[in-house]
């Protein structure tokens, strides 16, 4: 019974991971491009203003790990000075980056929009 204990506890750890990690790389970024999908229409939005791109990734870096399932309904494309890319996944608080989903304290809309 104390191994299995060790063992959950170990796995636990190791799914969830480091709650204070860096989700996204806030330096040198050139634009985030967000795009949304809903009611079979598709908008996107480039973001190059340094103090909303900031927002936006801090808002994102905020988030904590979360074992779920979701269907994403806008993507933001994080872009880097260098041309290196980084896709995130989102749908309502809930974001996927590399494999792994995060809940953020508001809805990425909301986040977008600055509020």
């Not at 991971?17 to 229409?41: A, H, R």
């Not at 598709?42 to 074992?67: C, F, H, M, P």
């Not at 994080?78 to 989903?101: H, S």
């Amino acid at each position: 019974m104390k191994h299995a204990i060790i063992v959950i506890c170990i796995l636990t750890v190791s799914v969830l991971g480091c709650q204070n990690s860096v989700i996204i790389d806030n330096n040198n970024i050139k634009y985030i491009k967000f795009t949304l999908s809903s009611d079979n229409k598709i908008s996107s939005e480039d973001i190059s203003d340094s103090n909303s791109i900031q927002r936006i990734v801090t808002e994102l870096n905020k988030a904590k790990r979360e074992l779920a399932v979701f269907k994403a309904i806008c993507t933001l494309k994080i872009v880097y000075a260098n041309g290196k890319e980084q896709l995130v996944l989102c749908n309502g608080n809930r974001i996927k980056v590399n494999g792994l989903t995060y809940i953020l304290n508001n809805s990425i809309t909301k986040i977008m929009d600055g509020q």
